[in-house]
Each structure stands twice: as C-alpha cells, then as structure tokens.
C-alpha cells in the first residue's frame, strides 16, 4: 500500500476514500449543533508555509480537508507532530500534555469544540485487543518514539471494530 506525508494532498485524497468506504460501517454520531473548525498546522515538513485545513460537520457528516471555512466557530493552531499524534494516531493523553504544555492554540467557541456530541470527537475508547496488529506492527498509535501496542491508548473516534479498522488503514497510508 502506497504511503503518504499526513496532511499532503495524496494523503487527504485517499484519507477520503477511505472515510467514504468506512461510512456504512460507522454508527451515526449522535445528534449535535453543527461546528465548523478551522485548523492552522505549523511545522510542516513538506512545506515552507504553515497548512490550513479544515473540519465541518454542517451536512451531518464529518468533512475534513485543506483550506478554510469562512466564519468558523473555532480556530485551532497546532504542529505538524502534535496533528498527527490526533488524527493519525488517536493519543487523546498525548494530545492533552500538548494542549496543556501551550502546542496546541485555541480561538473561538471552545464549548462547540469540546462537545462531545460534535461529531469530530464523538467517542473516547480503548482499542480492541482482539485485533491484530498488521504487518509492521502500526496498529496503535504513532509518535515520534514509534508504534505503541493497540490496545495500550485510549484512541478518538467511533467505539467498535469499524471505526478501529479505519484508524488502522489511515495509519498504513500514512509515512
């Protein structure tokens, strides 16, 4: 399978078709105010500039992509690792020594950002332990220190092995 830097238009084009694939197998997220967040990643390795990007949840579905939103409810400002820790690896503990250590920058409605009725975060669960790692061993999360074992993190997103599933394919397409 065909890897890409996160966040490079490659990454995002195939991070969509597998969201698309994935879609019937997720629950719906649960019923909440729409949120439009608009994100700023620095430190880029494949860019001199930071990127923007973008989450929407306006349609009922979680839209990501690069670019960003006119009059967004919340801007969030982060590096390159620290976003990819998120959405990559799912290490909600890591995420959280980011927000408290200042490397991750908060504008706008922050109670939109945090509800977990959002849709951007709708669940906080232990991986399974009954799947298996694939080859390579990339099914936990990933940071700079490497892969942790699947079932050692708490991970973002929809409780079950579907959602599981999809965190896994993201992270083999991912450099």
């Known amino acids: 399978m065909a890897k890409y830097p996160f966040l490079s238009?490659?990454?995002?084009?195939e991070a969509r078709r597998i969201y698309a694939e994935a879609a019937s197998a997720l629950p719906a997220p649960p019923a909440a105010p729409p949120v439009r967040?608009?994100?700023?990643?620095?430190?880029?390795?494949?860019?001199?500039?930071?990127?923007d990007a973008h989450l929407d949840t306006t349609t009922g579905a979680l839209?990501?992509?690069?670019?960003?939103?006119?009059?967004?409810?919340?801007?969030?400002s982060m590096d390159y690792a620290t976003a990819r820790t998120l959405f990559?690896?799912?290490?909600?503990?890591?995420?959280?020594?980011?927000?408290?250590?200042?490397?991750?920058?908060?504008d706008g409605d922050l109670s939109k950002l945090l509800d977990p009725r959002s849709g951007i975060w709708p669940a906080s669960t232990p991986a399974p332990d009954a799947v298996a790692a694939p080859a390579g061993g990339r099914a936990g999360a990933?940071?700079?220190?490497?892969?942790?074992?699947?079932?050692?993190?708490?991970?973002?997103?929809?409780?079950?092995?579907?959602?599981?599933?999809?965190?896994?394919?993201?992270?083999?397409?991912?450099?």
């Open 88 to 106: 990559v690896g799912g290490d909600v503990q890591g995420v959280m020594q980011a927000f408290l250590a200042g490397r991750i920058k908060v």
């Open 37 to 51: 967040v608009n994100l700023v990643v620095t430190e880029v390795p494949f860019s001199e500039r930071p990127l």
């Open 9 to 13: 238009g490659p990454w995002v084009a």
């Open 142 to 175: 990933t940071d700079a220190a490497g892969p942790a074992p699947a079932s050692s993190q708490p991970r973002l997103g929809f409780p079950g092995p579907a959602a599981f599933q999809l965190a896994t394919r993201l992270q083999e397409i991912t450099e």
């Open 63 to 76: 839209s990501v992509d690069t670019g960003h939103l006119p009059e967004p409810d919340v801007t969030v």
